[in-house]
């Protein structure tokens, strides 16, 4: 079941990743990890569809929600670091129409924009049209002071990112994507998916539902507050992630819509393997700088998040560690996506690496699974 290939040093890594499967935890998944650019797990297993028994290859992509927002902030940080536009510059300057006062670039990449839901409801024949969207939170007013206090912006984190990098450069998320960040590097993710791609990319499924509602973090646990509001429809939590409301499509995150929209939040579809060769290159300083990567991994944010209730951490675009990114050691930084997905790397260990899988968790962030698999890398070198 289990294919692939893991260096013997990271024998713990494969132990974890077949007792997934053993125990009935996965359907199809993938893990990667590089180390100083050599890849030294990759592995994969399971199947890439339920309903068929399509099996999970070895260049099987997976729509991964959320870690989408550390590669389209890191395509404009790439943008920022040529001078193209300037972080601590209101977001008006590059788009005149954006009349939120206060609000700058570097407010946006770290969750400190107060605009983290739209208040008209985004129809579903708009999805695919992101400068539409983009367009409704350029007249909202900000929910908090911008720069007070931050709170996840699960959707709109990247309809502002794209539309930014969108006045400035003149291509879309998207494009600057496949032409700055994954055609040089030879990477498979697609910030909006051709056909082929979306015809093999492995579907997604529930996993157990029993506690979703409560389940904030596999990892931490749920708070109190945390979980009183993913109960309540109308809380900032569930006005954040449910508009524009994907679930109205058929198929939800499986519809071709989603996987061609390109979403810059959580629209990317990638392998492990494409995943975490972006944080290799990333680390290695083949995408930003050096010196550019390590001002946006300084932390901007940290302590109870408005949208969550729970504790986060932010830098620029990237999720730094924490109760919503399990990470042993403070050099590490990447980004969890909804179900269990989780991207991540570690300049001091010039680590890249990246779990996928389609059986979701039922928690809003933090999944055991990666949890584990990550624990095991990072055992595997002590």
């Known amino acids: 079941m289990i294919h692939g290939h893991c260096d013997p040093r990271f024998a713990r890594v494969r132990q974890v990743f077949e007792r997934h499967f053993a125990e009935g935890q996965e359907l199809g998944a993938a893990f990667a990890v590089f180390e100083h650019g050599e890849a030294v797990v990759d592995l994969w297993g399971g199947v890439a569809d339920r309903n068929t028994g399509r099996e999970w290859q070895a260049h099987t992509p997976v729509f991964a929600y959320s870690c989408t927002k550390a590669v389209s902030g890191t395509a404009l940080l790439l943008l920022a670091e040529r001078g193209l536009v300037d972080l601590a510059a209101p977001v008006a300057d590059c788009w005149p129409e954006f009349g939120a006062t206060g609000v700058t670039v570097e407010h946006v990449l770290s969750?400190?924009?107060?605009?983290?839901?739209?208040?008209?409801?985004?129809?579903?024949?708009?999805?695919?049209?992101?400068?539409?969207?983009?367009?409704?939170?350029?007249?909202?007013?900000?929910i908090w002071e911008p720069g007070t206090a931050h709170g996840y912006h699960a959707l709109t984190y990247g309809f502002l990112v794209g539309e930014i990098i969108r006045r400035v450069s003149g291509k879309s998320a998207g494009e600057l994507v496949a032409a700055e960040i994954a055609g040089p590097n030879g990477l498979e993710m697609w910030l909006g998916a051709p056909p082929d791609v979306a015809d093999r990319t492995a579907r997604l499924s529930a996993g157990e539902r029993a506690q979703a509602p409560q389940v904030i973090s596999e990892v931490n646990g749920p708070a109190?507050?945390?979980?009183?509001?993913?109960?309540?429809?109308?809380?900032?939590?569930?006005?954040?992630?449910?508009?524009?409301?994907?679930?109205k499509l058929r198929g939800g995150a499986n519809n071709p819509v989603a996987l061609r929209a390109g979403w810059p939040a959580i629209g990317l579809v990638t392998t492990a393997r494409a995943l975490a060769g972006f944080y290799r290159d990333l680390v290695a300083g083949r995408i930003l700088q050096p010196g550019t990567l390590a001002e946006a991994l300084r932390p901007r944010v940290k302590g109870p998040d408005r949208v969550l209730y729970i504790d986060s951490s932010f830098g620029l675009g990237y999720m730094r560690p924490g109760s919503t990114l399990p990470a042993p050691r403070p050099s590490a930084f990447g980004h969890t996506g909804l179900g269990?997905?989780?991207?991540?790397?570690?300049?001091?260990?010039?680590?890249?690496?990246?779990?996928?899988?389609?059986?979701?968790?039922?928690?809003?962030?933090?999944?055991?699974?990666?949890?584990?698999?990550?624990?095991?890398?990072?055992?595997?070198?002590?």
């Open 340 to 382: 269990g997905s989780i991207g991540m790397g570690d300049v001091e260990l010039g680590l890249g690496m990246a779990y996928t899988m389609n059986k979701l968790a039922s928690a809003l962030t933090g999944s055991l699974r990666a949890h584990h698999l990550v624990e095991a890398v990072y055992a595997s070198l002590d």
């Open 224 to 247: 109190s507050e945390a979980a009183a509001a993913a109960q309540d429809r109308d809380s900032l939590m569930n006005r954040a992630m449910s508009n524009p409301p994907l679930h």
């Open 111 to 142: 969750h400190q924009a107060g605009l983290p839901a739209i208040d008209e409801r985004v129809p579903v024949e708009e999805f695919e049209d992101l400068p539409a969207i983009a367009a409704r939170l350029a007249g909202q007013a900000p």
